[in-house]
Structure formats: C-alpha cells, structure tokens
C-alpha cells in the first residue's frame, strides 16, 4: 500500500474562493482523521470518521469547513469560504482501529492570501 | 498550564549521545502516542502506548501511568534523527478518539 495519500500537497487561494482538500486512506483502514498544524496551535484534531461516518466533528472551527467521506477510501475537507487564518498544514490520517497506531499522510500546505 | 507538556523545548545533541525526551500530562488516559515530524512535514507515528515500554531499533518509549509521565529515549544519536517528537494523550473521559498533543521537542543532532 503506498500509504495516505493527500492531495495537493501544496494549495494557494485567494480569500473567499472555496478550497477542497483530498485524502486517500490506507485501504482496511477503519478511523480516518483531519489534523490541522500551526504554529500558534500546534496540532489540533479537526474531524474523525469511523466506517465513513463522522464520529466527533467538534474540533471544526466553524460553518466554512465541511467534511466528507463518501466511501472507504476517500474522504475531503471543504473550506468556503476561505480566509487568511486558514492557512495551515492539514493531514490526514488513517488508522486500523482504536488501538493501533496512525498512519499520516504527506499533509497539504493551504496559503490562503 | 497545558495539559500535555513536554522537556524540553529544544535540544541539541552530538552524534552517538543518548536522548530523553519527557512527556508530562494531567488527564487520566487511555493512550499516549509518539510522533516524530521530520523537517519535511511528514509525521510518523513511533509508539502507542497504554502501559509499560516498548522499543523498536535505537528507540525506546516508557509510561508510568500513575506519575502521568511518558520518556522517549534514543539511543546512540544520528542526525537522521533530527525532528520535532509530539507527545499525543488520549483522555480517559473524551468518549471519542481524540488526542490532546503536546507542543513538541525539536531535536538536532550534530554530526
């Protein structure tokens, strides 16, 4: 397996215009996770999926960012409108189930300007 | 006070010395992971631990449950090994499987 594939790896927007982040699970994988990384605030769990369905979704921010997981192996994060503070790096991650480690993936670095 | 804090915030090491960094929380847990970040971004989980220690290759991580602390060791340092380490608890009581992280501990190793 290659892995958590994310994608971009890298996204500039302008303030506003909608962003949509992509994530590719390990495929058996049953928990699939959206982290945020700044610097202000480290690390933050965003949402997390379990058998496709959003489980805990009270680490979004607010009504701009969105989640889905239409199926097993994939999953996005929606922002719309953007704004600056949005800038970050985001990961996903993917787990077998509660008890084993998490696998990230490469992140997608969102300018927002 | 942070829940999870972790010493120190940055360290620098020569070549072939051995590391600890420490883990310090103040929720009762159900797990605590390790991470390292390389300076790439990339993350890579090193350890889940619930009791105990464990260890794999040059690197060894110990829980004391009661003392609500957790040490990551290296051992024999390379600067391959240079990266932030996160320390990452999950709360006994959050019901879900959510992870307060740690600030991290930037580590150099010089050759």
């Known amino acids: 397996d290659a892995g958590v594939i994310q994608s971009p790896r890298h996204e500039v927007t302008e303030m506003g215009q909608e962003v949509t982040l992509r994530c590719k699970p390990i495929s058996g994988h049953d928990y699939l996770f959206w982290y945020r990384q700044t610097m202000m605030r480290g690390l933050e769990l965003l949402i997390y999926?379990?058998?496709?369905?959003?489980?805990?979704d009270s680490g979004m921010p607010e009504d701009r960012f969105s989640a889905k997981m239409p199926n097993a192996s994939f999953s996005t994060l929606k922002i719309q409108p953007s704004e600056p503070r949005d800038s970050a790096v985001y990961f996903c991650a993917s787990s077998l189930n509660v008890n084993t480690e998490a696998f990230f993936g490469q992140g997608t670095r969102l300018t927002v300007v | 006070k942070n829940e999870v804090e972790q010493s120190p915030q940055n360290l620098t090491a020569q070549e072939g010395e051995f590391i600890t960094i420490n883990c310090s929380y103040s929720?009762?847990?159900?797990?605590l992971h390790w991470l390292q970040q390389h300076p790439g971004g990339g993350i890579v989980s090193l350890f889940m631990l619930s009791s105990g220690k464990k260890k794999h290759g040059r690197l060894i991580a110990t829980i004391n449950i009661q003392e609500k602390h957790s040490s990551l060791h290296i051992t024999a340092s390379h600067p391959r090994d240079s990266a932030v380490y996160i320390c990452?608890?999950?709360?006994?009581?959050?019901?879900?499987?959510?992870?307060?992280f740690g600030t991290g501990t930037r580590l150099k190793v010089l050759a």
């Open positions: 929720v009762g847990i159900s797990a």
């Open positions: 990452a608890v999950r709360p006994i009581t959050s019901g879900t499987y959510k992870y307060i």
């Open positions: 999926f379990n058998n496709n369905v959003p489980i805990d």
